[in-house]
């Protein structure tokens, strides 16, 4: 099955500034990779996906790059504000099923 | 759109008794639902995968006659707990595929936390 790995496990960053999170998975054949946002005791919340065909997707201060050779992914979050601290999951997707990284706690320092 | 609830959003039961939670899409229907598990500061893990219609498939070391799941709709799926124990404490949430041809995206609820005293 998929394996994903996730660092860092926990990132603080000042406000205003980027904050990269990457992920490597296992498995070629995976071919959609979302992340997701979870607040304390909330479900996660998609904000942003790539797939396989693309190599990079942006959204306003959110972006993702994906390297398929490789199989690593990346999440970028420029102009970080207070409310992006939360836990974010990378994930990959192989034949419709979800493998979540180990989660980034991020921090944001005002 | 793409809204995904869940009943209840927490629950506190006693140790061998059952306990259902409903995961509902609310604007859209979805032939596949999912089921994950989390446990605090960790990843979450995919349990079952839910087919309107059809048995769930559940992952390996998941107890199927435990964690009993029913995808009666194409806007509702639940999962029993029965005979609960103080380790199935968790949080429990489900996830929905829209099932539009070629996209996977999930769409989670917010989650139940559930406790077993």
């Known amino acids: 099955g998929e394996n994903v790995e996730q660092h860092p496990s926990t990132l603080s960053v000042q406000e205003g500034d980027s904050a990269v999170i990457k992920c490597t998975y296992s498995d070629s054949a995976s071919n959609y990779f979302p992340w997701y946002k979870q607040e304390l005791g909330k479900g996660p919340q998609l904000i942003i996906d790539i797939r396989s065909n693309v190599g990079e997707k942006k959204d306003q201060r959110i972006a993702v790059t994906l390297n398929k050779t490789a199989k690593h992914f990346s999440l970028h979050i420029t102009e970080t504000q207070p409310e992006d601290s939360a836990v974010y999951f990378c994930a990959a997707t192989l034949n419709e099923k979800l493998t979540f990284g180990t989660g980034t706690r991020l921090t944001i320092i005002p | 759109g793409a809204v995904v609830s869940q009943h209840p959003s927490r629950v506190i039961c006693k140790s061998g008794t059952s306990v259902k939670i409903e995961c509902r899409s609310l604007?859209?229907?979805?032939?596949?639902m999912f089921w994950y598990r989390q446990f605090p500061k960790q990843s979450l893990m995919l349990m079952a995968t839910?087919?309107?219609?059809?048995?769930?498939?559940?992952e390996q070391g998941v107890e199927k006659d435990k964690f009993l799941i029913n995808h009666a709709s194409l806007t509702l799926s639940t999962l029993t707990v029965t005979s609960a124990h103080p380790e199935d404490s968790s949080f429990y949430i489900c996830?929905?595929?829209?099932?539009?041809?070629?996209?996977?995206?999930?769409?989670f609820g917010p989650g139940t936390r559930l406790t077993v005293t």
């Open positions: 996830s929905a595929n829209p099932g539009t041809s070629g996209t996977y995206e999930q769409y």
């Open positions: 839910s087919n309107e219609g059809s048995k769930a498939t559940y």
């Open positions: 604007d859209f229907q979805a032939t596949t």
